[in-house]
């Protein structure tokens, strides 16, 4: 990952931004995995739909919940800190579920892993963007969605390897645990982050660490740079968070993370079986078939992606994305809308768009609505601002899940998925006029811009 300017990323920095990058394969799994031990736990304790509905918005709710209410806690205790309380989180909720004795004990487990989910989701991103230097920070910061990718994969494949086993699905729940111990192994031996540490006041440290992750010609001017730009720290709160100069930072931050969901990404990743049915694979390994190529896709395209991410930048990935995300999805609609005709065709022309929206997705709002919401904000209220700007993702991450079965027999599915492409043309129409390329420029320079009223366009501009 070595790039033209002086600072070739150091080997201890990827293995930083791996590890704390477990968080997001236990944020995949943990997300992943409960469709196929549902169909298992279910009969062990004989629930109804409404008792399976709660297991399943279990972790949405508390990913919502942990996501809103930790934001002052990064700030005050620090990043690395959060990430070790959740560690040992996942490894308690896996526990908890995979020895649940009854639905409640299921749904408490679930609960505390969604805590969990919901913390880490945005707190890696913001830690490894702290401690990447800008050349290459597109990419370290995304490990974190790749992980989340690969974790959908490996629940999957965990699913599938304990399906016929007696118990299986406590191994399926229980098995995060050795991610959260490793996760919380690792973190233990991670540096907290300099940015965060200069915002404490502990400014040697910072030093020090600087010195160890970067080429000594640059590490005074990055703690300079850091300094300057956080003269805010007599108003860490609420407070900063509503000045009108951070006004354009929560639109991006708020804004990306509700695209990223109402655009219908999940519909496709719990769904995906349920569609290809509707749209004629009625065979049971359809299931199997669906999940495979959509979870191998996300992965392949995310891969894709990390290296571009810094090359070409944020935008040109964005709005390539989201053109095919929105294609495919019309395409949909209109596929559904003209099913007799054309039967048989349809199955694969309506697996071959999922496959198109997909890899959409994974180019373009998979991971830069992590990356981006943890670069533009102020360093005093990082956070707090990221983590109520996540909570919002998450919020509607669950009202799109447990919408999409009435949506569809409301709407019918032709007009379900125009719905969503129509939400994909707002997404696209946002991030033209409102999405800023953040590419190589620091962290410091984005607060820069933002305090001197840059416009949002430009914010990730050089003066
Ligand atoms: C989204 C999840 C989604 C996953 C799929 C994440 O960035 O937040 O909602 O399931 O990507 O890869």
Redesign the pocket.
Known sequence: MNNKSSTPVTGFVIVIASIAALAGLL??YD??VISGALLFFRKTFALNATQIECVVSAVLAGAFLGSLTSGHLADRYGRRSLLLVIALLFAIGSLVSAYSTTVLILIGGRFILGLAIGVG?YVAPLYISEISPPEVRGALVSLN?LA??LG?VLSYAIDYAFADKVNGWRYMLGLGVIPGIILFIGMMFLPRSPRWLVSRGKLEEAKKLLKKIRQKTRVTQEINAILESNQYESQRNWHLLLKKWVLPALLIGFGINIF??ITG??TI??YAPTILKIAGFHQASTAILATVIVGTV?VLF?IFALPLLDRWGRRPLLIGGLICMTASLFYLGFAFGHQASHASLLKWLALLSMVAY?AG??VS???I??LLPAEIFPLAIRGLAMSVAVSC?WLF?FLVAMSFLTLIQTLHPSGTFTLFGALSVLALIFVYFFVPDTKGVSLEQIEENLKAGVPIRRLGEQP
């Open positions: 944020f995949g997300t992943g989701s969605q989340v990718t959908i990223q969901q990404i999940n990743i719990y996300n995310t997909i997705f994974a709002l998979g991971p609505a992590w993702n991450n």
